[in-house]
Each structure stands twice: as structure tokens, then as C-alpha cells.
T-cell receptor
Framework: AQKITQTQPGMFVQEKEAVTLDCTYD???????LFWYKQPSSGEMIFLIYQGSYDQQNATEGRYSLNFQKARKSANLVISASQLGDSAMYFCAMRDPIGVNFGNEKLTFGTGTRLTIIP | NAGVTQTPKFQVLKTGQSMTLQCAQDMNHNSMYWYRQDPGMGLRLIYYSASEGTTDKGEVPNGYNVSRLNKREFSLRLESAAPSQTSVYFC???????FGDGTRLSIL
């Protein structure tokens, strides 16, 4: 069974500093994908970044990057130059393909990290 | 969260009452999902539908039923609500990054 572990329940970071949110995973499937989501206090789930297990390079999306270390089974989210608006819950998730159609997949989520940016 | 619409956004029920949570997507996606989110536990999959006409259990299906009415709509039904089903419910479609805004459900 797949498992996602986020060991940091909460983090406090000074504004403009970089922050790393930890995520480790466990799967026996050689093909997998990892997602990061942001959930602000308003409650919606916002997709941030995706890394496939066969991707050669670490994924980047603006200020977000994914530090993917396959041998260590870790997929840490790095936020550069943090902003007050980055304060939110962050969830790491792993896709579990269902069926044969590409894009059909369900997610296993970690328990999340609450990030607070201090002015 | 354009594309996935959940109704209602809030609901309070009494124990034993029934209700249906509605979800619709306009992106022509095949698969749809229902998750629940409880404090400290992340999101857990209740049921999913890989395509129109099929549904399957997820991690926590007990106490729920689902209907994939057509390709657009996937509803979640609580037949006899229990306080343990107090949670925030999220619907998602296909590439799971398309989440609805959630339904906050309280059962007294």
C-alpha cells in the first residue's frame, strides 16, 4: 500500500526566507507521481506542482520547486522568497493509477504541514 | 477551482437524517472522486468513479453511497448520518488537481 509521510505538523518562517517542507513516500510501483497542494484558510485545494517518477529533472513552478530524491523516497517542496500569502496548510500526495485511461488516478495524501510566515 | 462545482457549501444535519452532496464538472473528465478531510488526517478517499457507469470504494466507504449520474455528475449520499461523518467533503475530477471548493458538513 502507498504511504505518504509529512513529519512537520507546523513551521514558522520569516518572510522572504526560503522554506522546505518535507515529504517521504513509500510505494512498490515503479511508476508513480507526486503532487503538492496548498490549502489556505479559505479551504480550497490549490494544485502547486507535480513530479513524475521518471522525470529527469526536478519540477519547478515559479517560486515552487520540488526536491526529488528518488533513492531516499523523498519529494520535498521548496518555496523561495516566502510571502505572507504563503501561510497555509500544505499537503503532499501520491497518485495511484486506476483503470487504463491516462489521467484516471486517485490520490493518497499526507497529514499536511501548517506553514506560517512571520512578517 | 473553475470546473468542479459542489453543493451545498455548508450543511447541518441531525443524527439519522439523510442527504446527498452534489458534484458536477464541466471539463469532460472521465474520473471523479469524493474525499473527506478531518483534522490532522489529510484527505481520505471515500469513493471514486473511473468512468461513467462505474463506481468503486476507496479507503473509507462505510456509511456512504455514490451515484455517477452521467459523465458530469457524481453524487455522495449519507443514508443515516452519524456524528463521525462530520467533516469537510471534497469532490475532484480527473487529474485530481481539479478540486471543488468543499462542503462543510456537521452532524449533531
Amino acid at each position: 500500500a502507498q504511504k505518504i509521510t509529512q513529519t512537520q505538523p507546523g513551521m514558522f518562517v520569516q518572510e522572504k526566507e526560503a522554506v522546505t517542507l518535507d515529504c517521504t513516500y513509500d510505494t512498490s510501483d515503479p511508476s508513480y507521481g507526486l503532487f503538492w497542494y496548498k490549502q489556505p484558510s479559505s479551504g480550497e485545494m490549490i494544485f502547486l506542482i507535480y513530479q513524475g517518477s521518471y522525470d529527469q529533472q526536478n519540477a519547478t513552478e515559479g517560486r515552487y520547486s520540488l526536491n526529488f530524491q528518488k533513492a531516499r523516497k523523498s519529494a520535498n517542496l521548496v518555496i523561495s522568497a516566502s510571502q505572507l500569502g504563503d501561510s497555509a496548510m500544505y499537503f503532499c500526495a501520491m497518485r495511484d493509477p486506476i483503470g487504463v485511461n491516462f489521467g484516471n488516478e486517485k490520490l493518497t495524501f499526507g497529514t499536511g504541514t501548517r506553514l506560517t510566515i512571520i512578517p | 477551482n473553475a470546473g468542479v462545482t459542489q453543493t451545498p457549501k455548508f450543511q447541518v444535519l441531525k443524527t439519522g437524517q439523510s442527504m446527498t452532496l452534489q458534484c458536477a464538472q464541466d471539463m469532460n473528465h472521465n474520473s471523479m472522486y469524493w474525499y473527506r478531510q478531518d483534522p490532522g488526517m489529510g484527505l481520505r478517499l471515500i469513493y471514486y468513479s473511473a468512468s461513467e457507469g462505474t463506481t468503486d470504494k476507496g479507503e473509507v466507504p462505510n456509511g456512504y453511497n455514490v451515484s455517477r449520474l452521467n459523465k458530469r455528475e457524481f453524487s455522495l449520499r449519507l443514508e443515516s448520518a452519524a456524528p463521525s461523518q462530520t467533516s469537510v467533503y471534497f469532490c475532484a475530477s480527473n487529474q485530481p488537481q481539479h478540486f471543488g471548493d468543499g462542503t462543510r458538513l456537521s452532524i449533531l
